[in-house]
């Protein structure tokens, strides 16, 4: 089957940094992406990474290793608008995207 | 216009009610999508519209029936709908469904109450 699997929360203080890992099995590998959703809001995209390394996108980065299966986003310089859930997604080898349950953030000052 | 726009926000409906949820985008995208997500869940896909046909229905039960009148609107027609049926309706679009760099864009959501 398909699985993704991320911590279903995390706590950290404004200004320090916070990394939120995701694993994944997964029907062939198409891509991940990295989602934020703030309570009641809609998803809002943060990266995409398909190729091994780091992408940087001003405090946030993300990290993939395909052989791994294993996905990080790296959030700097926490803001308390951080406070919010991030959701991982693969893309699987039909172009379906599979969803991890979220990652809730909650950032103390 | 780079938004997706879902209305109602809000909807409270009784169980033989039939009402609708419309979404609406101008960003020339090909393919249009229905989520359903329950509090703390991640989204659950309904239904894709690729190239305004109907690509992908996930099983989902008769009394949600969705509509693609033309590229830029969907809708989601509710009728005989159930209280677990309650949740928040979103929709998203993105340019290509058949690439991996699939970047979906999201509406505000739908929030549904069924009594």
């Known amino acids: 089957g398909q699985n993704i699997d991320q911590p279903t929360e995390m706590t950290a203080t404004e200004g320090a940094i916070v990394q939120i890992n995701c694993t994944y099995q997964?029907?062939?590998?198409?891509?991940l992406f990295w989602y934020q959703q703030h309570a009641g809001e809609a998803p809002t995209f943060l990266s995409y990474?398909?190729l091994d390394g780091l992408e940087e996108k001003g405090r946030f980065s993300s990290f993939l290793s395909r052989s791994k299966g294993y996905s990080y986003l790296l959030l700097k310089e926490l803001q308390m608008k951080d406070s919010a859930s991030y959701l991982c997604?693969?893309?699987?080898?039909?172009?379906?995207?599979?969803w991890g349950a979220g990652t809730k953030l909650i950032i103390k000052p | 216009d780079t938004e997706v726009t879902q209305t109602p926000k809000h909807l409270v409906m009784g169980m033989t009610n039939k009402k609708s949820l419309k979404c609406e985008q101008h960003?020339?995208?090909?393919?249009m999508y229905w989520y359903k997500q329950k509090a703390k869940k991640p989204p659950e896909l309904m239904f894709v519209?690729?190239?305004?046909?109907?690509?992908i229905n996930e099983s989902v039960p008769s009394r949600f029936s969705p509509e693609c009148p033309n590229s830029s609107l969907l809708n989601l027609h509710l009728h005989a709908l159930q209280p677990e049926d309650s949740a928040l309706y979103l929709c998203?679009?993105?340019?290509?469904?058949?690439?991996?760099?699939?970047?979906?864009?999201f509406g505000a959501g739908s929030r549904l109450t069924v009594l």
């Open positions: 997604a693969v893309m699987d080898s039909n172009y379906q995207l599979i």
């Open positions: 997964t029907s062939g590998f198409n891509g």
């Open positions: 998203a679009s993105s340019q290509d469904p058949g690439v991996g760099a699939n970047v979906l864009t």
């Open positions: 990474n398909v």
């Open positions: 960003m020339g995208h090909r393919a």
């Open positions: 519209y690729s190239y305004e046909k109907l690509s």
